[in-house]
């Protein structure tokens, strides 16, 4: 599958909020790194950090813009709530080997009134 199709895929599924299929997409040595956490590495890994992060919170991706160059796609996204954000992700043999993606974090959590972390 190339880069573009799966992200589309990885959109649909992250809409439905199911943590097994979205990690049937990775590799099981892919990494995840959300710029406003610390990385995240291997398949069992990156489906525990969805499912802890569909648990605190009803999460929506639309796509603005989505690009393919070679291995990589790239996903500019919104959510309903305003949130804007933008994903790259490494493809290869049809699965996400890197993902990085930069967003708000203080943004997400005043939106979804989550409690703000103390430095």
Not at 37 to 52: H, L, Q, V, W
Not at 61 to 88: H, M, Q, S, T, Y
Not at 103 to 108: A, G, I, P, Q, T
Request: glycine share 6%; charged share 30%.
């Amino acid at each position: 599958m190339k880069p573009k199709e799966l992200v589309k895929k990885w959109v649909d599924i992250f809409n439905t909020g199911d943590t097994d299929q979205i990690a049937e997409l990775y590799h099981d040595d892919a990494i995840n790194h959300q710029v406003a956490n610390e990385p995240i590495a291997g398949r069992d890994s990156i489906k525990e950090m969805f499912r802890a992060e569909f648990a605190q919170a009803k999460m929506v991706c639309l796509v603005e813009n989505l690009f393919e160059d070679g291995d990589w796609a790239i996903l500019e996204w919104k959510d309903p709530l305003g949130l804007r954000g933008c994903g790259f992700f490494q493809v290869i043999d049809g699965k996400i080997k890197f993902q990085r993606g930069y967003w708000d974090k203080l943004s997400f959590l005043r939106q979804h009134d989550l409690p703000i972390p103390k430095v």
